[in-house]
């Protein structure tokens, strides 16, 4: 019997490594210590993220539920929690130059973020909506106290208050939804919904066929929330603005590829059957979210801003993903009806893929800009950034690279991406929401050109002072851009790992 539950914490140990030193940061370095500079909590951190990466490698050696089957360690799951842990060591590298230079350094930084991340690893892996809803909250309640953290900042506290308020405006829709499935199928376990919608169980008079499409409404609201699709994005460009540039990097990332990874069970595994009812939610969604990130990405001039609604933009290019896995309803009743399972194929792998390219391309993208930020965030606008190209040509390099592929240059990262989703829409019948995406991606790289012609052909309108590249900070960036680099021109081994993940997810 002893047997059991310790092969249950190995299919957890990432999330109990990230807890304990996160505590651990939290008890010698607290906010509470006299004198507390927080380097000693950003090496616990980085020890903390790097063991928790090393756990990866054995919760991958124990597939299968744990739990009483509330967590599952699957293939997308084992995906997910390596990307999670990679992040999370980027922003701990990044956080040790950042807080330094911004006069921050204070250890509870580090403990909200392997926080954060606790809550992302229990959202990949948990397949039963209330498990889901806790790694949900564990992750936003971190999530809101870093968005306030430079305190003195009155558009920090704003940032995070707002993320709060309208935060939990998102959740208590999720909730209802919950509460809904529940009403229809009799359970919150992601099969058992599976198999309630297929067999259109009734209880109490209420049947799926009622409650469902209500249900799946107002989980959507939940989750595009997270992702800041359209028309949910309102908050986005305000707290991504007044956030730390670091943090806005974060909210920018992992979260959101943890978001995507509850849409696909609660969208493609639970509610496969009634795809019918949630198509034209998430097709809409993605016109618009494409449509207004990239045009109002045009209009900033502050970077913070522009990274922003040009986050919106690529939510909208993987919802385009989401909605081939749907498919077309006609083309959907014409093979068996609306409760025909979805077969695993390249929607799922496209999106696993992208989600991949864009966490490491945005990830360098916000670190370069938090890293010429300067105390109190003084340069963030456009015009910051002339000449920079010529005064530290590594850097500005980086990120040039990091731009190209976010607006989807081949030999890049967010070429196949793009590519990959672009042609599971395709196949899926949806010409026209891939029109659509081609004609946004024309127009992102206008703005995205627009940085690099500051970078190297615009005279410098100021001196911007920057700190010097440390190791750590020339590290990353070579990480990030090897990443982009390799996944843009070796593109098979990480969409082999994700077809694997596709193949088994059910």
């Keep these: ?16 490594v990230l807890t304990a030193f996160g505590a651990l940061i939290l008890l010698v370095e607290g906010p509470a210590r006299a004198g507390s500079r927080g380097r000693a909590g950003g090496w616990i951190a980085l020890i903390g993220s790097l063991a928790a990466f090393a756990a990866c490698f054995v919760q991958a050696r124990f597939p299968g539920d744990a739990f ?18 990679l992040a999370t060591i980027v922003l701990v590298l990044l956080g040790m130059d950042y807080l330094r230079a911004q006069q921050l350094e204070r250890g ?80 919150t376990m992601i099969d058992a919904i599976a198999r309630g919608v297929a067999g259109k169980i009734s209880l109490g008079g209420l049947t799926t066929a009622s409650l469902i499409p209500a249900a799946a409404g107002l989980m959507f609201v939940g989750v595009a929330f997270k992702v800041s699709a359209v028309p949910f994005q309102v908050w986005t460009p305000d707290v991504y603005e007044g956030a ?41 969604a993605a016109l618009l979210s494409m449509t207004v990130g990239n045009v109002a990405a045009l209009l900033q001039t502050n970077l913070k801003r522009m990274l ?9 290019y ?18 068996a009806g609306p409760s025909a399972p979805l077969v695993p194929g390249n929607g799922i792998a496209s999106i696993l893929f992208y989600l991949a390219a864009y966490v490491a391309m945005n990830l360098g993208a916000f670190g370069v800009l938090a890293h010429f930020a300067h105390r109190d965030e003084r340069y963030v606008e456009l015009g910051d950034y002339a000449g920079l190209g010529f005064r530290f040509p590594l850097a500005a390099a980086a990120l040039t690279v990091f731009l190209l592929s976010l607006i989807g240059v081949p030999l890049t990262a967010g070429f196949f991406g793009k590519l990959y989703v672009f042609r599971a829409a395709l196949q899926a019948h949806l010409v026209g929401l891939v029109i659509v995406a081609v004609l946004n991606s024309a127009v992102a790289a206008f703005y995205y050109l627009r940085v690099v012609v500051y970078l190297y052909m615009r005279p410098a309108e100021q001196e911007v002072p920057a700190p010097a590249a ?15 680099l390799w996944l843009g021109i070796f593109p098979e081994a990480v969409l082999n790992f994700a077809r694997t993940a596709a193949y088994h997810l059910r």
């Design 470 to 484: 440390s190791g750590a900070f020339g590290l990353v960036m070579a990480a990030c851009v090897l990443a982009v």
């Design 108 to 187: 509870e930084f580090y403990a909200l973020l392997l926080f954060a991340a606790v809550g992302m690893d229990f959202m990949v892996g948990s397949v039963e909506l209330v498990m889901i809803f806790i790694g949900l909250e564990i992750s936003s309640i971190a999530s809101y106290v870093l968005c306030g953290y430079r305190r003195h900042a009155p558009r920090s506290t704003e940032a995070a208050l707002k993320y709060l308020l309208l935060g939990s405006f998102a959740t208590a829709f999720f909730l209802y939804g919950i509460a809904l499935i529940y009403g229809g199928t009799g359970s």
């Design 244 to 284: 730390p540039a670091l943090v806005t990097g974060m909210l920018a990332t992992a979260p959101k590829a943890a978001a995507f990874v509850v849409f696909l069970r609660i969208f493609y595994v639970a509610l496969h059957g009634y795809a019918h009812a949630w198509f034209w939610l998430v097709w809409t």
């Design 1 to 16: 019997m002893s047997f059991v539950p310790a092969v249950w914490y190995a299919r957890i140990l990432p999330e109990i």
């Design 308 to 316: 922003a609604y040009s986050s919106i933009a690529h939510a909208g």
């Design 68 to 85: 009483s089957g509330l967590f599952r360690v699957d293939p997308l799951a084992v995906f997910f929690h390596f990307l999670i842990a």
């Design 318 to 335: 993987i919802l385009v993903a989401f909605a081939a896995l749907a498919v077309n309803p006609a083309i959907l009743a014409a093979q």
